[in-house]
């Protein structure tokens, strides 16, 4: 018998139909003896279409009140699995976030989970009943409703695994496991039996949504096994134990188990592309200290993530171009306050491209070899990919690109990676 905390998304939750088959899979894990409780997502397209009431109700909206909608998609689903869960004759109820409660921060719309009081919830599982909590939601400690940013029932899902002290954290969806990159970009794309959570949480941090960040780093730090599996899978398909998904382990185990082995550890674990930042270029900035301070500080001091920056060689007279990218949903505020701050910065002109990707390939496999960045500026150099930023971490290169062309430049790495499919099988 185990304490399993299984996490639903918003496919897996997607009307009456699917809500029975994810209430068919609880049902079996705890007839099979174990304790389980149950994270669940809005039914897929809830949240994107509750932010549109949002923008449409006021485009400048107070995020304490945006909480308030789009934490309604998960409450709605928390209660018709608990329903579906009791028609089957299950023992099931639901703990909306603030039921619990989830602490969180007060950071509205992103905020973090800063504990979980499970007693009660731990002791309702002991005496088997399911619990089901929506993802996503929170208690501030104004006593407000918050949510945790996009994607954030799967850090729900690990929390609340942390909290109860969950043998396992199931993450269920619509894919059977985490991929060498976007199996739905890549049809070559190669399933991984096990990954490292440093790698996983470089891969979510670069755009592999399969997982939120924040769920990973929260395992890596509580020491949470999280397995990604399908929820798409037939009535009498294994139980979590033995479903064949991604296993989330830290570097030790797995390098204890390829010990042995003749099979050396890839190069390159994934690739990752993402769409959502813009690229901003200030062209013709005085190159002496303090210049770059007087950009980034702003944007530091209004809460706006940089991420790649690249300053040119200063030119003839002293002065250099300095690019940057933020994430797009921040753009419009990013220039307002570069206009603002021009006459402090001294910059001539401001260029915006928000039509721009960012491709990233990781490895822990890239500590022990070298060549990781040339084989990628080579490949994308074949096929005419123009590189227009660079940037990289111990197990991380990533480049900026046309986003025309991110489905093509993931493509041609995968296969320079020799990541496809069909040579595993060669
Ligand atoms: P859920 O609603 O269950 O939380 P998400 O849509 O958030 O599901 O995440 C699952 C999706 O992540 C998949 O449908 C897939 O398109 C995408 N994805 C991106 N990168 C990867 C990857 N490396 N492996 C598997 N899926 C990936
Ligand atoms: N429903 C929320 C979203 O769409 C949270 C989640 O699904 O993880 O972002
Ligand atoms: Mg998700």
Redesign the pocket.
């Known amino acids: 018998m185990a304490r399993i905390v299984m996490k639903f998304?918003?496919t897996s939750m997607a009307g009456t139909e699917r809500i029975r088959r994810v209430a068919n899979i609880v049902r079996r894990h705890q007839e099979a003896g174990h304790e389980v409780a149950v994270v669940v997502?809005?039914m897929?397209g809830?949240?994107?279409r509750l932010v549109t009431f949002c923008r449409e109700a006021n485009p400048l909206y107070d995020p304490a009140e945006y909480d308030v909608v789009?934490a309604s998609?998960?409450q709605v689903t928390s209660g018709l699995l608990a329903l579906t869960l009791q028609a089957m004759g299950c023992k099931a109820r639901s703990w909306l976030g603030w039921q619990l409660p989830i602490h969180t921060d007060d950071a509205h719309a992103k905020a973090r989970i800063e504990d979980i009081e499970a007693d009660t919830l731990a002791a309702s599982m002991a005496a088997g009943e399911v619990a089901v909590i929506p993802?996503?939601q929170g208690l501030s400690r104004h006593g407000r409703i918050t949510?945790?940013?996009?994607?954030?029932?799967?850090?729900?899902a690990v929390a609340v695994a942390a909290a109860v002290k969950a043998d396992r954290c199931d993450i269920y969806t619509d894919v059977d496991g985490v991929y060498t990159t976007d199996p739905r970009i890549v049809a070559k794309a190669r399933k991984l039996k096990k990954v490292t959570y440093e790698e996983m949480l470089e891969l979510a941090s670069v755009g592999s949504k399969v997982l939120?960040t924040r769920s990973v780093s929260l395992a890596m730090k509580e020491n949470v096994r999280v397995q990604v599996l399908s929820s798409f899978i037939d009535d009498d398909a294994p139980l979590g134990d033995d479903l064949p998904g991604t296993m989330i382990v830290s570097e030790e185990e797995l390098s204890g188990e390829l010990e042995g082995l003749e099979m050396e550890r890839q190069m390159i674990t994934g690739i990752a592309a993402d769409k959502n930042e813009a690229k901003i270029t200030l062209t013709r900035i005085a190159d002496r200290p303090g210049a770059v301070a007087a950009i980034f500080g702003p944007l530091a001091a209004a809460n706006i993530n940089v991420d790649m920056i690249i300053q040119n060689v200063a030119k003839d007279k002293g002065e250099t171009d300095v690019t940057f990218t933020v994430p797009g949903a921040d753009l419009v505020r990013t220039q307002a306050l570069l206009e603002g701050a021009q006459q402090t910065i001294g910059y001539y002109r401001m260029i915006a491209d928000s039509k721009v990707a960012k491709i990233s390939v990781v490895g822990v496999g890239m500590r022990s070899h070298a060549g990781v960045a040339s084989t990628m500026f080579k490949g994308l150099a074949e096929r005419g990919i123009n590189i227009q930023a660079i940037s990289t971490s111990e197990i991380k290169v990533s480049v900026l690109i046309d986003e025309d062309e991110t489905e093509l430049a993931v493509r041609v790495l995968h296969t320079a990676y020799g990541l496809d499919a069909e040579d595993k099988a060669a």
């Open positions: 998304g918003g997502s809005a897929a809830e949240t994107d789009v998609g998960e993802g996503f949510t945790l940013g996009r994607g954030g029932s799967d850090t729900s939120q």
